[in-house]
């Protein structure tokens, strides 16, 4: 049953397992085991951001592609439900058109993207979506009738998914283990669950044949080509699957914070966050993204507040708090993330199961 | 030989700059026959071998498969017509176990390569078929193993190995044996002899070792600067004047032990 559901692809190493076992229980009870409004964001946030990062590993680590234009297909999805919860009004209709909408939006322009550019040289690819992803990027920030510009847009996700909604009222007075039974929490499980299905279809993808043929072509495209594939159409149908899942990420990240914004879903930024994430988590396999996404959202929620405390740790030291400061956390995620290229050249989870 | 020509080359030529690698090569090559080319280094061999499978664009002259030109066609196109290549410099799948690399020619004949849902392992048929045609090669112990780890002869054999799986009708060997020792290189060759007693395929052998083209070639062609020097029996060929000519009198045995 597990071996099924995780498509045969198992953790194979012991520490691997347990880290993302304790991952899923922590995301999965996060509510209840970190209640507060910070933590639980962070949790959704680390969700998101998993379906994010393998969908991006899809292509980069099993594909050999490499795309600048995926935090684009992930804006896609999050304007599509705004746009959608826009004009349709509230509701979960609105909702699945938005997110429906702009999935098959993202696969199209990936299918244009790539019969242009994959046919050539996948290099090539590189620079069109960087190209189009700035342009797309100026776009909606210059649409501002359409798509609110720079403020972006705060939409209404349906009642039910709202912190008005209060519900279990005669069954357990609206608490459960100190939480308010409320729409945040539904909101939630929605987002939670919503990234698992996502993220389990993932791993069913790479495990199929075609993820094979993926691999194979990311090994040696010339050797691919020469025992009878055609690369160019793995490679295109790679792109569109894997632009339609980061657009179904985005959508979903567009429900939990209830507003859209190039800062939140289109910046260059968050294309380099996803870059280190799948370098840092490992690239080549569906787990790396949920490892490298978990650390690296923590990291970027969390590593300011734990300096600020080594910082007033170490005050009566010299130098030390100067280096600890809360303001230089920027520089430290820095260090981490050389240190973690270094250490570990195929990633984290690379490393655990040479080592496992 | 009456038989229509499984494939042909007309004037086939290449330039690369000024300096032109083939030359104009006219051949037929028939079901059932093993034909060995031969030529000094730098003769053209490996480039005709391209032309043939279509790693490099033609600058003139044409190749028919089975009575189709097939020039404008792509290497994968080609390959799914039933031209099949073992490359002379080891050219497989680095990071995948040995069973995945066999595997994956086995997948790509079966037309389930767009299956998205499916886990590998329901495909137990591939498996199977991939088993045990390592099998053949004395490779299924290694089956496991991740090519790059695998011994340079045992990355011959798998070589030769994705080419078996891919069984075309024309299958082009270019030096099978090259680098492998004295007691690997039989399996290789044992195979190709079993290919050549089925005597419905096509095998185009480039080789330098005297003693395998006497025992397996049907035909030998000879190639030189690029172009078609002799084409005939072994004996005659070996014999001919024109090898002899093209070689500055050491013939074609005194050449060919050079490299």
């Not at chain 1, 968050?270 to 790396?288: A, E, N, Q, R, S």
């Not at chain 2, 070639?217 to 000519?245: F, K």
Request: proline share 3%.
């Amino acid at each position: 049953m597990i071996r099924s559901l995780l498509s045969g692809d198992t953790p194979r190493s012991l520490p691997l397992a347990l880290l993302l076992g304790g991952i899923l229980i922590c995301l999965a009870l996060a509510p209840f085991l970190f209640p507060g409004v910070r933590t639980v964001d962070t949790a959704a946030r680390i969700c998101v951001f998993i379906v994010l990062v393998a969908s991006y590993d899809l292509l980069l680590g099993y594909g050999g592609i490499v795309s600048f234009a995926h935090t684009m297909f992930f804006g896609i999805g999050a304007y599509g439900v705004a746009l959608a919860s826009t004009h349709m009004g509230r509701g979960f209709d609105a909702i699945a058109f938005g997110a429906v909408a702009g999935a098959l939006l993202a696969a199209a322009l990936a299918l244009v993207i790539g019969l242009f550019s994959l046919r050539v040289r996948a290099i090539f690819f590189a620079m069109i979506t960087l190209a189009v992803a700035s342009a797309v990027a100026v776009l909606v920030s210059q649409l501002s009738g359409l798509t609110g510009g720079e403020d972006g847009l705060t939409f209404k996700t349906p009642r039910e998914l709202g912190p008005a909604f209060k519900f279990g009222k005669e069954a357990f007075d609206g608490t459960l283990f100190g939480v308010k039974l409320n729409g945040k929490l539904l909101a939630y499980y929605f987002v939670f669950l919503g990234a698992l299905v996502l993220f389990l279809g993932l791993l069913r993808v790479v495990n199929s044949p075609f993820g094979r043929v993926l691999q194979a072509i990311r090994e040696n495209d010339f050797r691919a080509e020469a025992i009878g594939y055609r690369v160019v159409y793995y490679r295109v149908a790679a792109t569109c699957l894997s632009a339609a899942i980061a657009a179904l990420a985005g959508s979903l990240y567009a429900v939990w914070l209830r507003y859209v914004g190039p800062d939140t879903s289109l910046s260059m930024e968050i294309m380099i966050d996803i870059l280190l994430m799948v370098v840092i988590g490992g690239m080549g396999t569906m787990y790396g993204a949920v490892i490298g996404a978990t650390l690296f959202v923590l990291a970027q929620n969390y590593l300011q507040n734990l300096m600020g405390a080594a910082a007033e740790l170490t005050s009566a030291l010299p130098l030390l708090p100067e280096l600890l400061n809360a303001d230089r956390w920027l520089l430290w995620l820095g260090v981490l993330f050389i240190l973690s290229v270094y250490f570990f050249p195929t990633g984290i989870v690379g490393r655990l199961r040479n080592s496992g | 030989m009456t038989t229509s020509p499984i494939l042909s080359t007309e004037n086939l030529t290449v330039r690369f700059g000024g300096h032109v690698a083939v030359d104009a090569v006219t051949c037929d090559f028939s079901a059932g026959e093993l034909t060995a080319i031969v030529g000094p280094n730098g003769a053209g061999k490996t480039t005709y071998f391209n032309l043939i499978s279509g790693q490099i664009p033609a600058s003139a002259g044409r190749v028919f498969l089975k009575g189709r030109d097939i020039g404008g066609m792509s290497v994968s196109a080609r390959t799914r017509a039933g031209i099949g290549r073992a490359f002379q410099l080891t050219n497989l799948f680095p990071n995948l176990s040995v069973l995945e690399n066999v595997r994956l020619v086995v997948q790509a004949k079966s037309g389930r390569s767009f299956n998205l849902w499916s886990m590998v392992s329901r495909h137990q048929d591939l498996t199977d078929q991939a088993e045990a045609i390592l099998r053949r090669v004395r490779l299924l112990e290694q089956r496991h193993q991740v090519v790059s780890e695998l011994s340079h002869g045992n990355q011959r054999k798998l070589e030769v190995a994705l080419l078996i799986a891919l069984d075309p009708a024309v299958y082009m060997f270019d030096e099978p044996t090259a680098g492998m020792s004295v007691d690997e290189a039989p399996v290789v060759l044992d195979l190709i002899e079993e290919l050549k007693d089925q005597r419905d395929r096509t095998i185009l052998l480039v080789e330098h070792k005297m003693d395998v083209i006497r025992t397996l070639a049907d035909r030998i062609i000879v190639l030189h600067n690029g172009a078609l020097a002799a084409d005939g029996p072994p004996a005659e060929v070996m014999a001919s004047d024109v090898v002899q000519e093209a070689y500055m009198g050491r013939g074609l045995e005194g050449v060919l032990a050079d490299v």
